[in-house]
Every structure is written in C-alpha cells, then in structure tokens.
C-alpha cells in the first residue's frame, strides 16, 4: 500500500496487521471502534494512505471521510446505542490533540449526562467585537486568496 508508515498502528489495523474492529471499509478509508472509547460506539474512520495532516489528504478521500462519517452517524443513531447527539472531531496537529500522526475523524455518540469532557472554551466566554472578527476574517481572506 503506498503511503504507509510501518511504525503506525493506523496502517498496520488498515494491513490487517494489527487488530481493530471494524465497521466500514472501502478503497479510500477505513473505519473501525476506538480502542479508548468515551462513549460504547465511539468510531474512527480513517484515510488508508497514511497523512498526518488533512492539508496531505486527496480532496475525494476527504469527502469520502465525511461521507462515511454521516452515515456511521446514522447508523448509530438506529443502533440502539446511547445516542442521542454524534460530535465529529478532527485533531489536526499535536497541539490540537492529534496523538495518533495518521489523521482520523472521530464520530462519537453522545447522549444528556455523559462524561465526555469535550468543550471549546476551558476559560471565561468572551464576545468578540466585529472590528476585532472583521480584522481577523480580512487577515484570513487576504491568505485565502493568493495561489
Ligand atoms: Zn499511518
């Protein structure tokens, strides 16, 4: 398989050389159970071509990944599993929480009361102002529009 890792474990599960259990598989991406699970259901769907950032991974692999991430979404929503919400979340680099450097989208079940600890703001939530947003959007389109 070409752009493999033999050191990650991601790509030894996607080789069947390493053990994982599975739920979906196709040409492009792979997803089976996380092995640290925070709620029963919780899934990775994975890239088969190891990449550890989404800026390294095909355009139709990274649709392909939502795709399958929607319907796993589905799925455990008819499953019987607690399931009453699904976050999915991608950490893109180490100091986004990114430990496994074979990129991957979580899709994890989530219900009312459970112990998921995931939130955006650890401290105070403060309101932006437009003029501080615009300043960053402008900083952000200007970026976007050079090749
Ligand atoms: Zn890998």
């Known amino acids: 398989l070409a ?7 991601f790509c030894q599960i996607i080789t069947d050389e ?4 599975f739920v979906y598989r196709d040409e492009v991406v792979t997803a089976f159970m996380d092995l640290f699970p925070v709620n029963a259901g919780h899934l990775l769907v994975v890239p088969n071509e190891h990449t550890m950032l989404i800026d390294g991974i095909e355009e139709d692999t990274l649709r392909e990944m939502f795709s399958v991430s929607r319907m796993l979404a589905g799925g455990l929503r008819r499953s019987g599993l607690r399931c009453e919400g699904v976050n999915l979340l991608l950490a893109d680099g180490r100091s986004a929480g990114q430990v ?21 703001h650890a401290g105070p939530i403060k309101e932006s102002s437009r003029a501080e947003l615009e300043a960053v959007a402008s900083r952000l389109r200007n970026v976007l529009s050079q090749p």
């Open 3 to 9: 752009g493999r890792d033999p050191e990650c474990i």
């Open 100 to 120: 496994i450097l074979h990129s991957h989208l979580h899709v994890i079940p989530r219900f009312h009361g459970d112990e998921c600890g995931l939130r955006l």
């Open 18 to 21: 390493a053990e994982a259990s």
